[in-house]
């Protein structure tokens, strides 16, 4: 392949290069150090490569600038009000898909008029908002039915600012709406919000005819499980896989195929063009018919990154067959990077479009390096095994970065997996839905074999993704690390074109991959030290503590407690709960798949409703638990735990144990009488880690302390877990003038309806000079103890 014919491959680098140093850096200093690196370069490099530099500089100024230009248009204007939590009245139109789930709609609102009274101010820009709307009544779920892209809607709502991650490398939901253009959430209520004249568009349209296709899978699959499946696969539609069957996929690295690609464009778009031909239609006329076909596809299945991405470059391909001229595929490819961040480059920080771009530029440059690899077997194992493994490697710091979740399972289920969903579930889906419209009898067969696949392919899948695999959950990387992978990865296409692929060539860059993949798992981080993480899991409790990288302790899971819902309507699809939300993904970030103890310090159910989570992924040493009598939901986590050979231990005042020469555990409480009520028979530990004493309470009150006073001689705490989220029962003056701690962490939720922390117990902490950290304020609270004492770190400051 030519330098010239990379021109666009180079532009669309360049381009993407530029936006994200524009997200990153001070535009006055970017502009400043690109022009800095002209000066060099037309200095130090040679006359032939001067021009290179300038249209290498000019390029990353262009970019920089059309970025800079791109947000200040999306700026808010409603963030002053949604500071205050302003309730104000708001006009505008509907501007992403309905998504109803139980009793609330969510969606974008292209804001044009707002007021107070009225909304009668013009909004200039525009802004997009991202608005919620609780439903009252069943009959209201009939009157969203009418709402699409496009739908006006007027009405009073109340703003307010989204969350960022509460907890390390948590999700970050002010980050994720940043680079959707949205600076401000609302919310409202149905019987607030009328209606009025919906607006055409082309788009809108289109969704129409998706959710008129998506009610045809539902007839033609009685499965729910297959219908939403097939919704996905067929449609783009999201939303419709069920949370635990698309949990599975996530887990064994195959949620790629539920996403509209390269793959269903050329299935699509060869189908249609063969079709035409075969009914007559000369070559160059089906070339044109076939584009135009192929853009409605992508708007009909939603027009994701990576539909557009996939129609894009299909697109240009078929219009070179056109006029016949040959493109590159990385010129495509480039191409489409360079049009999309043209359009929107905020698309450039969404993990759709960074996975769609990264793993079609793998298959580009590595398929043909991998397939040329010397190989005993036949030639389609060869190339399959080229396409999964070039696939693997380019997603992989993607993956890492994002779900810190890549399972050695997924290479060898993409080579057996992808071949069945994409020679014969999607094509016999298309045909199927396609003679639905003819005739329901004729889909039958093709239904029934999809129906018939999918229920034994998901059996397996599902029983797969019940297996614990070591080295599934990695942590979460440096930029250092992504940044040498790329080089890496880059280096070795770059020498394998120069030529450089002898065997002892080969055995180098395998040597390269292995040593990357070894330091991504960080074997010398905080191999001295303890790390005590106070997560934020709202009005409940839950601590992490990792010694050094071999020991990890989870003293209690947090608990969303929640009502069963008397209307089945209103049931959510995938309930947000702390286990499941907070806990497994903080754990699964630093590379943790063993948990050596876990405590649970009392029956609460906000103290271990989340463990309920985490017990099926991850490996349990033992638990530790209070040695009273379980009621209910205890009583069923101590079942699943021994149903999976879990032991199970209490322990008896002043026993203790060591976990390294400078760590020891000591048990405190309770000692077996039974005696108070459950709270005052939460487990009590005392850590002392290179010389500092940490004291973890459960939910103790004043009852429990004057107890642990009377039965153990406490020493003086550096850090406290308070008791009981700071309840005005808890942490009593006599206890804290015992103990006399340096600094004192509350696990407590926002704007409890407890009151916790009562104002009184502040109050003792502060008078006792106690620095205090609280997880309503603080989000999560890390602790890191070595040699030369303890470092603090909280995630919102």
Wanted: with cysteine; proline share 5%.
């Amino acid at each position: 392949m030519g330098r010239s014919e990379n021109r666009f491959f180079a532009a669309g680098m360049l381009w993407a290069a530029g936006v994200a140093l524009a997200a990153s850096i001070t535009y006055f200093w970017l502009l400043v150090g690109v022009a800095a690196a002209a000066a060099i370069g037309l200095f130090a490099v040679p006359a032939k490569l001067r021009k290179c530099v300038i249209a290498f500089c000019g390029l990353i100024a262009l970019s920089a600038s059309a970025f800079v230009i791109y947000d200040y248009m999306h700026r808010s204007t409603l963030v002053a009000y949604a500071e205050a939590e302003a309730d104000l009245l708001i006009e505008g139109i509907i501007d992403s898909p309905v998504k109803l789930d139980g009793d609330s709609v969510r969606f974008f609102l292209l804001a044009d008029r707002f007021g107070r009274s009225a909304p009668s101010d013009l909004l200039s820009p525009k802004e997009r908002i991202a608005l919620r709307v609780k439903l009252s009544e069943e009959e209201q779920v009939k009157g969203i039915a009418s709402w699409s892209v496009g739908s006006r809607l007027a009405g009073r709502v109340s703003l307010g600012l989204p969350d960022p991650a509460r907890n390390p490398h948590g999700f970050d939901y002010a980050n994720y709406l940043r680079w959707q253009g949205v600076r401000v959430t609302a919310a409202a209520e149905y019987a607030d919000l009328t209606e009025g004249a919906a607006g055409w568009s082309l788009f809108s349209w289109f969704g129409r005819v998706q959710q008129v296709e998506a009610a045809k899978l539902d007839q033609l699959f009685s499965n729910p499980l297959t219908a939403g499946y097939m919704k996905s696969l067929l449609l783009g539609v999201r939303d419709a896989v069920d949370p635990q069957l698309e949990e599975v996929y996530s887990g064994l690295g195959l949620i790629h195929i539920l996403a509209i690609s390269g793959l269903h464009v050329s299935l699509v778009s060869g189908g249609f063009l063969w079709l035409l031909e075969r009914f007559g239609v000369v070559r160059e006329k089906a070339l044109l018919i076939t584009i135009l076909f192929l853009a409605g596809y992508v708007m009909l299945v939603g027009a994701s990154p990576s539909a557009v991405r996939a129609g894009l470059m299909g697109g240009v391909g078929l219009w070179g067959r056109y006029v016949k001229s040959r493109f590159a595929v990385l010129d495509l490819w480039g191409l489409a990077l360079l049009l999309m961040l043209l359009y929107n480059p905020y698309l450039l920080f969404q993990i759709g479009f960074q996975l769609s771009f990264a793993v079609t530029l793998g298959l580009i440059c590595l398929v043909p390096l991998l397939d040329a690899i010397p190989y005993a077997g036949p030639p389609w194992l060869r190339s399959s095994l080229a396409v999964s493994c070039a696939a693997q490697l380019a997603s992989f710091p993607f993956l890492v970065y994002w779900f810190h979740q890549v399972s050695p399972l997924s290479w060898p289920l993409n080579i057996l997996v992808v071949p069945v969903l994409s020679l014969l579930v999607l094509p016999a889906g298309y045909v199927a839905l396609l003679l639905s419209h003819l005739h329901p009898a004729l889909a039958f067969l093709p239904g029934k074999l999809v129906d018939g696949l999918l229920t034994l392919l998901h059996h397996w899948l599902i029983q797969l993704g019940g297996l614990i695999v070591p080295f599934t959950n990695w942590p979460h990387p440096g930029v250092g690390w992504i940044l040498s992978y790329v080089a890496a990865i880059a280096a070795i296409w770059h020498l394998w074109k120069r030529g450089y692929h002898r065997r002892r060539d080969m055995l180098m860059y395998a040597l390269a991959i292995c040593l990357l993949l070894l330091a991504a798992r960080q074997p010398l981080s905080g191999t001295d030290e303890v790390k005590i993480t106070f997560l934020d899991v709202g009005q409940g409790d839950s601590a992490v503590v990792e010694i050094g990288r071999n020991t990890v302790y989870l003293i209690d899971g947090g608990g969303t407690i929640r009502f069963a819902e008397k209307e089945p309507w209103r049931a959510k699809r995938s309930p947000f709960e702390v286990g499941k939300d907070v806990v497994v993904p903080f754990l699964r970030s630093r590379g943790i798949e063993r948990i050596d103890r876990l405590v649970l310090t009392h029956g609460d159910f906000d103290h271990i409703g989340g463990l309920a989570a985490v017990i099926p992924r991850f490996g349990i040493g033992a638990a530790l638990v209070n040695g009273q009598p379980p009621k209910d939901f205890e009583q069923e986590i101590l079942d699943e735990l021994r149903a999976r050979s879990v032991s199970v231990y209490s322990g008896t005042v002043g026993s203790g144990w060591r976990d390294s020469p400078h760590v020891r555990w000591t048990w405190l409480h309770p000692g077996g009488s039974g005696e108070g009520n459950e709270n005052n028979q939460s487990v009590v530990l005392l850590l002392t880690a290179y010389g500092k004493n940490i004291l973890f309470t459960g939910d103790l009150e004043r009852e429990g302390e004057e107890h642990l006073m009377k039965t153990f001689k406490l020493p003086q705490i550096d850090v406290l877990k308070i008791g009981h989220h700071g309840s005005k029962t808890s942490s009593s003056e006599a206890f804290l003038n015992e103990i006399r701690p340096k600094v004192a962490v509350i696990s407590v939720g926002s704007q409890n309806r407890y009151g916790h922390p009562a104002p009184a117990v502040i109050e003792r902490l502060k008078d006792g000079g106690t620095t205090i950290y609280r997880t309503d304020w603080h989000g999560a609270v890390t602790a890191r103890i070595n040699r030369d004492g303890i470092n603090w770190s909280v995630q919102i400051n």
